[in-house]
């Protein structure tokens, strides 16, 4: 091998080495990847522990050779096996409820945790009772490491109930010899969120002295609660705070995603309900894997949600381990109550389980839209009316915007006359910027703007979009009747079918709604209408007219599995501004604003900035047209020469 090869290995390898060492992970990303693994192993190795031990104790599968142990001979070897907590690995599964006026909660002895929740005012879209999980529909439990270095998971454990009060227990997992890990629930009076505290009791020398902190496995399906299947999916996801901000994972796929940052809080949400785990202001959770995983069409579940991290724990009991579960609705007004009177800093921020949209379509929502909805809720009973209240009420603040609209676009037609009289005197495709020039000029002289009709309506758009947010998010329509709609947070089908039709299922359900119906029917008049009275003479760009009419109808399939308030309210206001547009129309005198125009041309123009820069613009483009055409004329005159 000569001197250059033996330096091109050297150098090979000492690439390779450069690169493993740079693209070696930080110790954050080794920790997590360590929990995320060692959590996964726990529940493998709590299987496996489970059918060789515990499971030929108390299960089917009875070994032969263990059956026939006397009593002292196998508690020894499930004494050797798993130490202080052999007691633990058998017994009667039971269950204990705590409930207020709003809530009730069983906790089952295996696994110590929360099996089943209900919330007692509200009920299923079928009118059955609400039930946020029960029974093997949630996993909750920790992973545990003995002085031994057994893995043990709570799960699979039994514990003792101590009752501390009418809505307060300990689960109690005794661990032999006076030491014991206590899970304590207390629900709050009146209050749909449940304390939860996790203390150790002369658990060192009986779990690993290393112990820090409890890995957690929290697994739980999210049922189906509302009619609506495709628009429940899409507003249940995985949330969870972050010290600064409340992120979450996609709600239209499946995703798994490890999150470095502490977190303060982690919430299954479904469109109106959450099942959320807070931590203290001190503490939080760590080094976090959070899944969500789509069910199947046919399934009565929506997603599977999934979220592995630790906590911190103090294995000599000094300080417990301080939690808290919110089981409850997504009420905007309730979840923001629980930040009352909190620094900014520690603020929970649930009411983000409620989308009201971004920045500021969130605060109009916030400022604007709810309060006025509250407020008539205080006094009226009927939320068909509230919505139609709330419409007028939009309408009358908009009113300057659309009385300014209308007259911009009234200017715009009593000018049509002189407009064509521009088009016959500049014809043709070559005039179309002299066409175009003496059209602004006419405009700018009478004081008509094309632009000031389009600015009102695009201040009103933040309002649309913020009610199309408000309207499916607010749980006080849910199950609230009006006219034909049975639940005025849902669709309202007038007709139904039940085979699938390719692409129209999937995109427009397999029914019609008749508020969605009507919405369509008065915007397509409304289109009608409206281009009939802006018609300002000019040409328009092809194929305009009819795209004008494909939004009615598009609107018709995005909104057909929508909330039916949502249709109601475009449905309202559309017809309300139809009314407002027609008595415009006989209560203005359009001879009279003429006049009024006619008597500005002949004042002194003052020409606004914008306008001077379009007029130099237009001159730029003239010129730069007439040199093209100098330069095609010379380029004709060389070609006959030749």
């Known amino acids: 091998m000569d001197k250059n090869t033996v330096i091109g290995f050297l150098l090979i390898g000492v690439v390779l080495i450069a690169f493993t060492w740079l693209n070696q992970p930080s110790p954050e990303q080794l920790e997590a990847q360590r929990r ?45 096996a798993f130490g202080g907590f052999a007691q633990a690995m058998s017994g009667t599964e039971e269950t204990v409820t705590l409930e207020n006026e709003l809530v009730e909660v069983r906790i089952s002895t295996k696994g110590g945790h929360i099996t089943s929740v209900r919330l007692k005012n509200f009920q299923t879209y079928d009118k059955q009772p609400l039930v946020l999980f029960e029974g093997n529909e949630s996993r909750f439990e920790y992973r545990l490491v003995t002085a031994t270095n057994r893995i043990l998971n709570t799960g699979e454990l039994y514990f003792t109930p101590v009752r501390q009060g009418t809505n307060s227990v300990t689960m109690r997992l005794d661990a032999g010899e006076g030491s014991s890990l206590d899970f304590t629930y207390t629900l709050r009076p009146d209050d749909y969120m449940i304390d939860y505290s996790i203390q150790a009791q002369g658990l060192n020398g009986v779990l690993n002295p290393s112990t820090t902190t409890l890995d957690l496995n929290w697994e739980q399906v999210i049922r189906q609660q509302e009619k609506g299947r495709k628009f429940e999916n899409q507003h249940s996801g995985l949330y969870y705070k972050t010290a600064d901000k409340v992120d979450n994972l996609s709600e239209l796929k499946d995703q798994n995603k490890q999150v470095s940052d502490r977190l303060r809080w982690v919430a299954y949400k479904d469109k109106f309900f959450s099942s959320v785990l807070i931590t203290d202001k001190e503490h939080g959770f760590e080094s976090t894997t959070l899944e969500s995983r789509l069910q199947a069409e046919d399934s009565p579940y929506l997603k599977t ?47 983000r389980l409620v989308p009201l949209g971004a920045s500021v379509f969130r ?21 068909g009316l509230i919505i139609f209240l709330l419409t007028l009420i939009v309408k ?47 405009y700018n002289r009478a004081g008509a703007s094309p632009m000031s009709g389009c600015l009102p309506m695009l201040l009103q758009m933040p309002i649309l979009i913020a009610m199309y947010m408000f309207f499916p998010s607010a749980i006080e329509l849910r199950n609230q009747s009006f006219l034909w709609a049975q639940d005025l947070s849902t669709y309202d089908a007038i007709v139904s079918w039940n085979a699938y039709i390719p692409i129209i299922t999937p995109y427009f359900g397999n029914h019609i709604s008749l508020f969605c119906l009507l919405m369509t029917l008065t915007n397509i008049v409304y289109t009608k209408y409206n281009m009939e009275m802006t018609n300002t003479g000019q040409q328009q760009m092809p194929g305009m007219k009819m795209m004008m009419y494909m939004m009615p109808l598009m609107f018709l399939v995005f909104f057909n599995q929508n909330a039916s308030g949502l249709s109601y309210y475009y449905f309202i206001s559309t017809l309300i501004t139809i009314i407002q547009t027609i008595t415009f129309r006989y209560v203005i005198n359009e001879d009279k604003l003429l006049a009024k125009l006619e008597e500005n041309k002949k004042r002194p123009v003052k020409k606004s900035s ?23 004329q010379q380029q004709r005159e060389q070609r006959k020469k030749r």
């Open 36 to 80: 995320y693994y060692d959590s996964i192993a726990a529940v493998e190795q709590a299987r496996i522990l489970e059918e060789e031990t515990a499971g030929q104790l108390a299960e089917n599968r009875v070994a032969d050779e263990f059956t026939a142990l006397s009593d002292s001979a196998k508690a020894a070897q499930l004494e050797t």
């Open 396 to 442: 009358l603040i908009l009113f300057p915007l659309t009385y300014k609209s209308y007259m911009s676009s009234a200017k715009m037609r009593v000018l049509r006359p002189q407009v064509e009289e521009i088009n016959a005197q500049y014809p043709g495709q070559e005039k179309a910027m002299e066409r175009q020039k003496a059209t602004m000029e006419l």
């Open 363 to 383: 605060w109009i929502n916030k400022y604007f839209i709810i309060p006025i909805f509250d407020f008539l809720g205080k006094y009226i009973t009927s939320y």
């Open 610 to 632: 914008f306008m001077r820069r379009l007029e130099e613009a237009q001159k730029a483009q003239q010129t730069q047209l007439e040199k093209q055409k100098q330069q095609q």
């Open 305 to 351: 949600m999934r979220t592995v991290t630790s906590i911190p724990f103090d294995l000599q009991g000094r300080q417990s381990s301080d939690l808290t579960f919110y089981f409850g609705p997504n009420r905007y007004n309730l979840l923001r109550a629980y930040d009352k009177g909190i620094a900014s800093s520690d603020k929970l921020e649930l009411d």
